[in-house]
T-cell receptor
């Protein structure tokens, strides 16, 4: 089955700096890669996603890149703000297994 | 915009009891997914339904069962509860289970505590 690894597990940045979270996946059949933001005790919120036919996608301060050959994808947050502090999960959707497999999460702390 | 609704939001049960969690997907969404999230863990896929039929199965214990009804809402039935079943249970919904419409939107979750 699919295995998604996520790094780092914790990340602290100063407000205004950039944050990068990286994930790798194992199943070459995976073709959809969403990122979720989860605040403590709340639901995971879909913040951005990318499909395997696209290399990069940007939405305001958030961007995701995908390297299908290397099987890794990354989340980039620029001009971080304290409200960006949360746990971020990457995930991979395998068309063959038809399920989302999540990474282990990154606790992002933006220091004011 | 309407979101995924889950009930109850909190549930306390004793060991060996049963529990039923309910999920109402976003209107027009025909696919429902159930996830279990333990403290400090990532969501683990349990089971999914597409057009009222079981679509895929993940790490769902045999003590658990689920179904999707004609109005697309889904229920997760949990029997012989164990302490280790204490977790947040999320339901997510999407429009279609193919590769073109697979954005999953999560409900607020049900926090199950087994004592």
């Amino acid at each position: 089955g699919e295995n998604v690894e996520q790094h780092p597990s914790t990340l602290s940045v100063q407000e205004g700096d950039s944050a990068v979270i990286k994930c790798t996946y194992s199943d070459s059949a995976s073709n959809y890669f969403p990122w979720y933001k989860q605040e403590l005790g709340k639901r995971p919120q879909l913040i951005i996603d990318i499909r395997s036919n696209v290399g990069e996608k940007k939405d305001q301060r958030i961007a995701v890149t995908l390297n299908k050959t290397a099987k890794h994808f990354s989340l980039h947050i620029t001009e971080t703000q304290p409200e960006d502090s949360a746990v971020y999960f990457c995930a991979a959707y395998s068309g063959s297994a038809r399920q989302l497999t999540f990474g282990s999460g990154t606790q992002l702390t933006v220091l004011p | 915009a309407a979101g995924v609704i889950q009930s109850p939001r909190h549930l306390i049960k004793e060991k060996r009891e049963t529990a039923t969690l309910k999920c109402y997907p976003i209107p027009r969404h025909d696919t429902v997914y159930w996830y279990q999230q333990g403290p400090g863990q990532d969501p683990q896929f349990l089971i999914s339904f597409y057009e009222k039929m079981q679509s895929d199965k993940g790490s769902i214990p045999d003590r658990f069962s689920a179904q999707q009804f004609s109005d697309y809402h889904s229920e997760l039935n949990m029997s012989s509860l164990e302490l280790g079943d204490s977790a947040l249970y999320f339901c997510a919904s999407s429009l279609g289970a193919g590769t073109s419409n697979i954005e999953q939107y999560f409900g607020p979750g049900t926090r199950l505590t087994v004592t």
